[in-house]
């Protein structure tokens, strides 16, 4: 049985100044938190941006959540903070797009059956039946919706239709269409892809093709949140794998799938466990 304890994590962002750490703190401290964890990075030699993550234990605090963003209101105007605060006892929901590839949906159900991913999962959806196989093992229901080039927006609008408020956040786990900007804006800074290649070299389709005709000695995948403009959104997590000039496109593809899972799962447990902010086309992953 887990011991962990539950907490509350604020992620803030907003112009560097004096006495941020401080302010924060002591306000967690006035209301008898106690600190766990805290991490803060400033961009001082580019714009004078300060970024911070602070988790804290809840079974302490005496702000219940419908009075902390009242109480916390005052610091947040003085020092012109975006902010939000995450309860831990709240775990997200996560939808899964997929298309017929499964090694990616494979790696993020198991890690999520042994408590490795803690999340929800109310549905997986799929342009292809081919999966729901899989779905069905981990008992988590399977939707297919099929998505015709001619009719790509109204199929969309079907699909964010029945999403509606379900989930937290998307994951598209080689899902191999392209999203419509309506779509993608429904959920900002909250699709995260995962593409196979180490972005940004060999954007769009066939990176591993291309990767074999430069005779690239590393191949890598890119896990990153989804905007309207194709494979450039915020990179969350990145790796890389070796190769040489004996390895043909299939052992590239097949060296390519290890690190795609990986990539994907460590984004995935950023994500769920609060560790990134979105700043500019970048992000700051604590």
Not at 49 to 66: G, H, P
Not at 199 to 212: I, W
Request: overall charge negative; aromatic content about 12%; glycine content about 4%.
């Amino acid at each position: 049985m887990s011991t962990q304890k539950d907490t509350i994590t604020l992620l803030i962002s907003c112009p560097d100044k004096p006495g941020i750490v401080s302010a924060v703190s002591g306000f967690i401290f006035e209301h008898h938190g106690n600190i766990l964890e805290s991490d803060q990075y400033s961009t001082n030699q580019h714009d004078g941006s300060f970024f911070m993550r602070i988790s804290f234990a809840e079974n302490t605090f005496d702000l219940d959540e419908k009075d902390l963003p009242a109480a916390f209101q005052s610091i947040a105007t003085r020092f012109q903070m975006r902010w939000n605060a995450n309860y831990s006892r709240r775990r997200k929901r996560v939808g899964i797009l997929v298309s017929k590839y499964d090694h990616c949906l494979v790696d993020l159900l198991w890690r999520w059956k042994i408590g490795e991913l803690t999340m929800d999962i109310p549905f997986i959806i799929s342009n292809h039946p081919n999966l729901e196989g899989l779905a069905s093992m981990y008992g988590v229901p399977y939707y297919h919706f099929p998505v015709k080039r001619e009719t790509r927006q109204e199929d969309e609008r079907h699909m964010l239709e029945f999403i509606g408020d379900r989930i937290d956040f998307l994951v598209l786990a080689r899902y191999m269409q392209i999203l419509e900007p309506f779509f993608v804006d429904a959920f900002p800074q909250r699709i995260i892809n995962i593409h196979h290649s180490f972005l940004p070299a060999f954007v769009g389709a066939s990176p591993y093709d291309q990767a074999f005709r430069r005779g690239v000695k590393l191949i890598g995948a890119t896990a990153h949140y989804v905007t309207s403009s194709l494979d450039e959104g915020p990179i969350i997590a990145q790796d890389v794998i070796h190769c040489d000039h004996r390895d043909a496109v299939d052992d590239l593809i097949r060296k390519g799938r290890d690190v795609e899972r990986r990539v994907l799962a460590e984004a995935v447990r950023l994500h769920t466990s609060d560790r990134v902010l979105v700043y500019e086309n970048k992000t700051i992953v604590f």
